[in-house]
């Protein structure tokens, strides 16, 4: 596609309900990222992948949050039971490769917005 | 690991002033340093980054500038516009860590008519 795509937009969910959030890359891009941006501040790492494999796990927060990319492409960033504080901005962004002599730049997608009441 | 640390948090400007904005990263092994510019509801957009092996980098009215010793890095917009107005994020990545990126905490730039 034409740009790394999120969906949804948008999500509402109340405390202690399970959510998926869906990133498509943009085509080719082998490594796809995650992360969580709360109002004010910057993006916050997550969890990378190159390929299926997640390379870098080192950003999620505790094991409510997990994420998958099992065919290479498309990703899920699953939260179990949530909670108030993980209301944020959640962010997906591909690249290339993550193994670039000199560093690959970030595409990001425009976000979904998760509330947890 | 690293840590990159942003200033100024606001900075307000006349149209037609320049605008600079300063990072600084704590690891030495980082190596490359974009910077990223996000309107309010919108998704980051990279406008320009450096690698370790040059010092400066221009595009038309934007450039940056890297100290690698002193381990700083600088935005430079000249002749600001108000669709400049934005809040702008530095980062900093290592090959050797997948080139995931660290964000400072941004800088809201107003340029003001």
């Known amino acids: 596609g034409a740009g790394v795509s999120q969906t949804p937009s948008n999500k509402v969910t109340e405390k202690g309900k399970y959510v998926e959030l869906r990133c498509d890359p943009i085509s080719g891009h082998t490594a796809l990222y995650w992360y969580r941006q709360s109002l004010g501040q910057g993006p916050e790492f997550l969890i990378y992948f190159q390929g299926t494999g997640a390379a870098d796990d080192s950003g999620l927060p505790n094991d409510r949050f997990f994420a998958v990319r099992p065919e290479g492409s498309v990703s899920t960033l699953k939260i179990q039971r949530t909670e108030r504080g993980d209301s944020a901005v959640y962010l997906c962004?591909?690249?290339?490769?993550?193994?670039?002599?000199?560093?690959?730049?970030?595409?990001f997608g425009n976000g979904t917005r998760l509330t947890v009441t | 690991g690293e840590n990159v640390e942003q200033h100024p948090s606001t900075l307000s400007v006349q149209e037609g002033d320049s605008a600079v904005i300063k990072c600084t990263y704590s690891?030495?092994?980082?190596?490359?340093f974009p910077w990223y510019k996000q309107e309010l509801g919108k998704r980051p957009q990279l406008i320009i980054d450096i690698r370790s092996n040059v010092g400066e980098k221009k595009d038309q009215r934007i450039a940056v500038t890297l100290n690698k010793t002193a381990k700083h890095f600088s935005l430079h917009i000249t002749e600001t516009q108000p669709e400049d107005s934005a809040v702008y994020f530095c980062a900093a990545s290592s090959t050797g860590g997948g080139n995931k990126l660290t964000f400072g905490t941004g800088t809201q730039l107003k340029v003001e008519l």
């Open positions: 690891d030495s092994a980082s190596n490359y």
């Open positions: 962004a591909s690249s290339l490769t993550a193994f670039t002599r000199d560093g690959s730049p970030l595409h």
